[in-house]
């Protein structure tokens, strides 16, 4: 076995002993040992960079792992363990480590922190680290499933009020999703007679009728995590309901699931279907951004409003996908990471507002900025990267996307390449009303305390400020070692 398979093993060996581990130790050393598991997972991550074979821009198969492993499962099924990470799904290998880590030591430092939590944290990284890393379709289901239980739980134990309907809803529509995609794995295993990924990549094993078929199933499955208009609607009400590390992880990393499947598997294994669908999808794409959009407007509530955002981001990077194109790959891609990082800071910040005024209403948190300059600024600097200002993270995904969708050359897709733009500037409208509502203006009555920031909320927010500027200024390191992987997924889609 090389360095670099034991690397792959430990990166999901490492957190699932963590949360085995930790609900059995006393509450202080468990969140230590957690958050040490965890640091030990990013540190794997990191490395799986080492080692990999070729260069990121030479031509190269859809998937080509630099790491692989594979072993039997259930021979008499001929289902294997198969897991290998590339340049498509090493970067959010890395963000799901690091948001994992993140959260981890925010709870170190908080009076409401728990083993359990940290316990859940860590076996819902197994699950989605798992599903990044998957090349078998029936493991990927089985991981896809694994984060179910941990999510539900932060919701339903530690989320607010309405925590118990939020978690019922999210585990609603996430069946539903599971439904789907199992019914779309069984098409496709059935007719190829292998759940190999690499092997079912191109298409070449499935015939037309099959990939029409299996695509309808996986957009669907895929929309629904993602989540897309109109099946979004689980989303605002587990952000509302969760504690700060459940939105950090569900908005940071969750979503990406079905944003990767679809890159994976939707246009990866069923080609056909995507291309047949594309039309399809980047209309709803686009409807997500321009409804995800008008809803903000409207909100009230801070952690709603970045939920509903949510929504409007994802369509974005739904819309990159359904281009086909490379361009269109690769803004999905990037969008993905920006997303991850952007949303995950606010979602810390909309978390670290609500504990010092005991409320998320818009109207009871104007002056901010006099009364918690620090929090302020943190904020604006989130907001704006958000909105997509050139030369931080956000920008890169939504300028891609419009660009492929125009590049597609037919009016259908120029209109819709227009109307994203239209969406983008009212991305930029809601962000801006969120900072005059909150930060400006006179202080609101509601009392700010404390007003400084807490030495353990400076360490879990700087790597995500430093992210966000350091992609937005060199989208390269996420977009140049997907490169030869994207070319080949755009040739096969027919883009």
Request: hydrophobic share 55%; charged share 10%; aromatic share 8%.
């Amino acid at each position: 076995m090389t360095a670099g398979q034991v690397v792959l093993i430990l990166t999901l060996a490492v957190p699932a002993a963590g949360a085995v581990a930790v609900p059995l130790l006393p509450d202080r050393v468990a969140r230590i040992t957690g958050t040490g598991a965890a640091g030990l997972t990013l540190l794997a991550s990191v490395l799986l960079y080492a080692g990999r074979g070729g260069t990121s821009l030479e031509p190269a198969a859809p998937v080509r792992p630099w790491h692989s492993v594979r072993g039997d499962w259930a021979p008499g099924l001929d289902l294997q363990f198969h897991i290998g990470v590339d340049g498509i799904s090493y970067p959010l290998v890395v963000l799901t480590a690091l948001l994992t880590l993140l959260c981890c030591g925010y709870l170190l430092g908080r009076p409401d922190g728990s083993r359990m939590l940290v316990a859940l944290l860590l076996a819902a990284e197994v699950g989605i680290v798992g599903t990044f890393l998957a090349l078998d379709l029936v493991l990927f289901f089985v991981f896809f499933e694994v984060v179910l239980l941990p999510m539900y739980a932060m919701i339903a134990i530690w989320g607010g009020p309405g925590r118990r309907a939020a978690a019922r809803k999210f585990v609603l529509y996430t069946l539903l999703g599971s439904v789907l995609l199992l019914v779309g794995v069984f098409v496709v295993v059935a007719a190829a007679g292998t759940a190999d990924i690499v092997a079912l990549t191109g298409g070449g094993q499935l015939g037309r009728g099959t990939q029409l078929l299996g695509f309808t199933f996986f957009a669907l499955a895929f929309a629904v995590k993602a989540p897309l208009w109109p099946l979004h609607t689980w989303l605002p009400d587990a952000h509302t309901e969760a504690p700060t590390v459940g939105s950090v992880i569900l908005a940071g990393v969750l979503l990406k699931l079905g944003t990767y499947g679809l890159i994976r598997i939707g246009v990866g294994v069923t080609p056909e279907g995507a291309a047949w669908a594309a039309t399809v999808l980047g209309t709803l794409a686009v409807a997500a951004i321009v409804v995800g959009a008008l809803v903000c407007l409207a909100q009230t509530e801070l952690k709603r409003l970045i939920a509903y955002s949510s929504v409007g981001h994802m369509g974005f990077v739904l819309l990159g996908i359904a281009t086909g194109s490379a361009a269109g790959i690769q803004a999905a891609l990037i969008g993905n990471i920006a997303h991850g990082v952007i949303t995950g800071l606010l979602f810390f910040l909309a978390g670290a507002i609500k504990d010092r005024t005991g409320t998320g209403e818009l109207a009871a948190l104007g002056g901010l900025r006099e009364t918690a300059p620090g929090l302020a600024g943190i904020l604006g600097f989130a907001a704006i990267a958000s909105l997509g200002l050139p030369g931080l993270a956000g920008f890169w995904g939504e300028v891609f996307a419009v660009v492929a969708a125009i590049q597609r050359g037919s009016p259908g897709w120029t209109v819709l390449g227009v109307v994203a733009a239209v969406g983008a500037a009212l991305t930029a409208g809601y962000f801006l009303r969120l900072l005059r509502r909150v930060t400006h203006g006179p202080p609101a009555a509601v009392p700010v305390a404390p007003a400084g920031l807490a030495r353990i909320e400076l360490v879990a927010w700087a790597p995500l400020v430093g992210l966000t500027l350091v992609i937005g200024l060199l989208p390269v390191l996420v977009l140049g070692m997907a490169y030869g992987p994207v070319e080949a997924l755009a040739v096969g889609v027919g883009g």
